[in-house]
């Protein structure tokens, strides 16, 4: 591999947040790997120019199943482990919280690996109940509800049940044991050996979780029953002879926790609660440590909120050893351990891919007439042009804040009448030759201060990229989640450009200015030189929570979507689903399409009535207008 790919390789810290299932190849393009460093590879770049053929243009959506699967064997491989390593009498099982990501390809090729470990499913909403109870789980797996429920809710979970389901129904509030009680109680007085779903309490832990949604744990959560709450479903329970029901204790401290610490904190809390619960006679026998195993977006491996300083294996001993810690201590049986890590299962087997549709014009504008000046221009500007012909390594500090003080004046007198627009406009030319000349010598610096760091920002290129954060990297916008995002192709090649990215919805907020670094945030991205050929960029790493916490600003909708299998010959591409197209962008919006098709028609039949358009152009226009609805809402590339 040539010195150039290593350091292309070192920029964008593929090794670092890849986990292994990314690279770089001969030809400089991104690879992605069937499995933790596995030699068969799929060329990204090849996959874009194929799909390309067949009509379907970025941006897109890639979808490497393996990667997911890999993933499940991973968690997997590391519980196993560390029951082996410390005797633990439990088993480890996995339920997928549908919400990171319902898309049903996800939860099918999930199920069709996870099944192998009794891996199983967790729903939050009615609509997720409904479509896990027609999905296929292994015999011994559970199904775990989540989330406030309402009566019909409840009674799904019954059905679930009754289907030969391990439906666990965790309550989050008393209301909803009566419920489950009272159906339990008609359902049995029916048929008394007809299947009913197990009972869980969710605990509200004194500990917190880390990072973003350290308010997710503590004694202020959403979610959880208190102690004493807890003391009255067990009386409940008791009194009405349901005690058996009890099965399953579950907690959620966060999503995406950073800190090792916090979790081991966690874990001992809630093993105590177990403990003590079965010490009350009560038979449980699951303890879900909910979710929150967090992925390191940033290569990092800090307690930072776009990371994480532990790993799977650290992450499973951690669990294993303080739960049966407290319960040797306790001197009761070891849990079987539930997890919901969808974050951790999921966020790897998905690439945006999306083209840059062009650059964006910033302050700094290439100027073909070199600057001069003569006896009639004025002060300020023979300031300036002095200082752009005089900065240098020593001075370029000194000189960019005169230069601000110039421009606050050029400006001033601009205001007053006192200048005219070309003295202002030759001013401000030179204004940004001397700021881009003191970015240049304070890049070259040991230590760069921050209002360096701030001038870069606003030095930098702009590129228009051909996506949605609002709709496909939502997190980075409303939660400034790091996302990796790389070059898919000329990797062999050093960027030369400084880069921000501004996405294709009308808002200042759909831009990314914040990137992956290994030791801090960088406030812009090396990229390439754009020559007129097409330039493509991976938003890494956006399999969890994006699809399904996507908005439809601006109508933008779906993109296209591909599924791609890795073998020993490079790649399948499986499946594809065309994006959204204007019609199901306006149905989302609850338009009708022949509605206003009709709308339109009358619109244009008027005109023609007027003798404003003729007949000819008026059904052009109309027919026009109607073939459009089948459009892909995204930009179009190349004339496409």
């Known amino acids: 591999m040539s010195a150039t790919i290593e350091q292309t390789i070192e920029t964008y810290g593929i090794e670092n947040w890849g986990a292994g299932y990314f690279g770089v190849n001969r030809k400089g393009n991104l690879i992605v790997r069937a499995s933790e460093n596995d030699s ?73 690996e996870g099944s192998r470990y009794d891996f199983g499913l967790e729903a939050g909403s009615k609509a997720e109940l409904y479509a896990a109870l027609a999905m296929d789980q292994a015999d011994d797996s559970l199904l775990v509800l989540n989330g406030f429920k309402d009566e019909e809710f409840i009674r799904l979970a019954f059905a679930g049940a009754m289907a030969g389901k391990n439906v666990v129904i965790v309550i989050e509030k008393l209301s909803e044991l009566e419920n489950t009680i009272k159906i339990a109680e008609e359902v049995h007085s029916i048929n008394p050996k007809i299947k009913i779903p197990m009972v869980g309490v969710r605990v509200k832990l004194y500990s917190k979780g880390s990072g973003k949604w350290e308010k997710s744990g503590g004694e202020a ?42 979790i081991k904190n966690a874990m001992k809390e809630a093993a105590r609660v177990y403990s003590k619960i079965r010490k009350l006679g009560m038979p449980i026998e699951f303890l879900d440590v909910g979710g929150g195993m967090a992925v390191d977006y940033d290569g990092s491996k800090t307690s930072f909120e776009s990371s994480a300083n532990y790993n799977a294996q650290e992450f499973a001993n951690d669990v294993i050893y303080v739960i049966k810690t407290v319960c040797d201590d306790e001197n009761v049986q070891h849990p079987n351990i539930i997890q919901e890590s969808g974050r951790f299962l999921s966020a790897y087997h998905a690439i945006l891919v999306a083209n840059i549709q062009d650059e964006i014009e910033t302050v700094v504008e290439d100027h073909s007439t070199p600057i001069t000046v003569d006896e009639n221009d004025p002060q300020v500007v023979k300031e300036l042009f002095d200082l752009r012909e005089n900065i240098n390594g020593k001075n370029y500090q000194e000189y960019y804040h005169d230069a601000l003080e110039n421009r606050d004046e050029l400006f001033t007198m601009f205001n007053l009448g006192l200048i005219s627009l070309e003295d202002r406009a030759k001013g401000e030319v030179l204004f940004w030759d001397i700021c881009e000349g003191a970015d240049q010598f304070a890049q070259q610096k040991k230590y760069v201060s921050e209002e360096f760091d701030d001038l870069r920002r606003l030095l930098c290129a702009k590129y228009l990229a051909n996506f949605s954060v609002f709709r496909s990297m939502p997190d980075n916008w409303a939660l400034e989640q790091l996302f990796p995002i790389v070059p898919i192709h000329k990797l062999n090649k050093k960027p030369t450009e400084y880069a921000t990215l501004c996405d294709i919805t009308c808002d200042s907020d759909g831009i990314v200015d914040k990137f992956v670094d290994l030791h801090d945030v960088k406030p812009v991205l090396e990229l390439h030189k754009l020559d007129g050929e097409p330039y493509y960029l991976a938003m890494m790493l956006v399999g969890a929570y994006q699809e399904c916490m996507g908005n ?47 709308n339109f028609r009358r619109i244009v039949m008027q005109r023609i009535k007027d003798g404003e358009v003729s007949p000819k152009e008026g059904n052009e226009l109309i027919e026009f207008y109607e073939k459009k609805v089948g459009a892909y809402t995204y930009l179009s590339q190349n004339g496409n």
């Open 40 to 112: 068969k590879n799929a060329d990204v770049k090849e996959i874009i120019e194929d799909l390309k053929k067949r009509g379907i243009h970025a941006p897109v959506l890639l979808r490497f199943p393996q990667l997911l699967v890999g993933q499940i064997r991973k968690l997997h491989k590391a519980f196993k482990n560390s029951i082996k390593e410390f005797d633990y009498k439990g088993n480890h099982m996995c339920v997928y919280p549908m919400k990171v990501n319902q898309n049903r390809a996800v939860v099918e090729e999930y199920l069709k």
């Open 221 to 262: 959560a959403k979610f959880g029953l208190t102690t004493t709450e807890i003391l009255e479903v067990i009386k409940r329970l008791n009194e009405t002879g349901r005690a058996d029901m009890l099965r399953l204790l579950h907690f959620h401290i966060g999503s995406q926790l950073t800190d090792i610490k916090r």
């Open 552 to 598: 439809n600003h601006n109508l933008f909708g779906l993109p296209h979507e591909a599924h791609i299998h890795i073998d020993e010959d490079g790649y399948i591409i499986k499946k594809v689903i065309h994006g959204s197209n204007l019609g199901d962008s306006l149905a989302q919006a609850r338009y009708d399409n022949g509605q206003l098709h009709d």
